[in-house]
């Protein structure tokens, strides 16, 4: 996972080949909500990826004053994405700074849990006023995938656990985040170091 996720991003920063709505480039997928069991028509970017089969799309919904984000991949252009209920939401004004987590358009609070179409679950999260404490993200088949651990109710992540296919842990990560740098640490399922990293980041903290 966390191989994948930095993978993600050294693409996006290396290719910058995003195509916004463009009827030339555009794949012609269908956008199905899960808030209102219907087809829609959102704003997108699709990140296509030289030598893959999968390409990365964001898709860009509008509830109210926030902008919700769901990134996802997908294989074919005749594919079908599907919306989650839970997502992560920005303010719509010009650099925002306001986010929070948006169960349809009601903001989490308490346990919240979203479900894949198969009913099993995708994501269950304790949040407080919008705001993650504990998220836990699932397999289409209903295993368990990483649980994220969330530092004072910011975006900062002080743990990630990551599981395997048959749901038992497989290694697991730590942050310390400072003034000016965060030190992730890395470690296998008995709790032996394999890898420490330093990264100079912006730390948000919660006002």
Request: hydrophobic share 30%; with cysteine; aromatic share 14%.
């Amino acid at each position: 996972m966390k191989t994948v996720l930095k993978l993600i991003f050294l693409l996006i920063i290396s290719y910058s080949c995003f195509s916004q709505n463009s009827r030339k480039d555009n794949p012609n997928l269908v956008f199905y909500d899960d808030c209102s069991n219907q087809i829609i028509e959102p704003e997108f970017e699709v990140l296509y990826i030289p030598h893959s089969i999968y390409d990365l799309i964001t898709v860009f919904k509008e509830i109210d004053d926030w902008v919700l984000q769901y990134s996802t991949s997908f294989k074919t252009k005749n594919d079908t994405i599907r919306i989650p209920k839970i997502l992560f939401a920005g303010g719509s004004e010009l650099h925002s700074k306001r986010w929070t987590y948006l169960n349809c358009e009601k903001v989490c609070d308490g346990i919240e849990t979203d479900f894949y179409e198969n009913g099993n679950k995708r994501t269950e999260g304790t949040y407080e006023n919008g705001k993650p404490i504990e998220i836990k993200e699932y397999r289409k088949n209903g295993i368990l995938r990483a649980q994220y651990f969330y530092e004072n109710l910011t975006l900062n992540y002080t743990r990630i656990d990551y599981y395997d296919e048959n749901g038992d842990l497989e290694e697991y990560q730590t942050y310390k985040n400072k003034k000016r740098k965060t030190i992730i640490k890395m470690f296998d399922k008995n709790g032996e170091m394999t890898n420490r990293e330093t990264e100079k980041t912006y730390i948000e903290r919660n006002n």
